[in-house]
């Protein structure tokens, strides 16, 4: 099990950047894989960027050049750098670790959630 708390959100005019933090209540050294996923209003959430505890990454082609994940294991935290911001970019951003629950299956875990803005 693991708690998750997202910072960072905020309100930006387009074309400036944003960092957010996920911080994580335990180490994500060997969590299979971390995210960041969206929610705009009226739409259905979605991911925006994944790493996997080996460090592979995967991104929504709308934001690949322009936002970046990393992650810190010796602060167990996740980032979201978010470069060149659009006002489509405005959701609510989450953060999300799979951890494992037994062979073959794992568990989804989520943060509250961060509101990101961006002004035209």
């Known amino acids: 099990q693991v708690q998750l708390v997202e910072s960072g959100g905020g309100l930006v005019q387009a074309g400036e950047s944003l960092k957010l933090s996920c911080a994580a209540s335990r180490s994500i050294f060997s969590i299979n894989a971390m995210g960041w996923y969206r929610q705009a209003p009226g739409k259905q959430r979605e991911l925006v960027a994944a790493?996997?505890?080996?460090?592979?990454?995967k991104y929504q082609d709308s934001v690949k050049g322009r936002f970046t994940i990393s992650r810190d294991n010796a602060k167990n935290t996740v980032y979201l750098q978010m470069n060149s911001l659009k006002p489509e970019d405005t959701a609510v951003y989450y953060c999300?670790?799979?951890?494992?629950?037994?062979?073959?299956?794992?568990?989804?875990?989520w943060g509250q959630g961060t509101q990101v803005t961006v002004s035209s």
């Open positions: 999300a670790a799979d951890i494992v629950a037994g062979p073959g299956t794992s568990h989804r875990y």
């Open positions: 790493m996997t505890s080996g460090s592979s990454t």
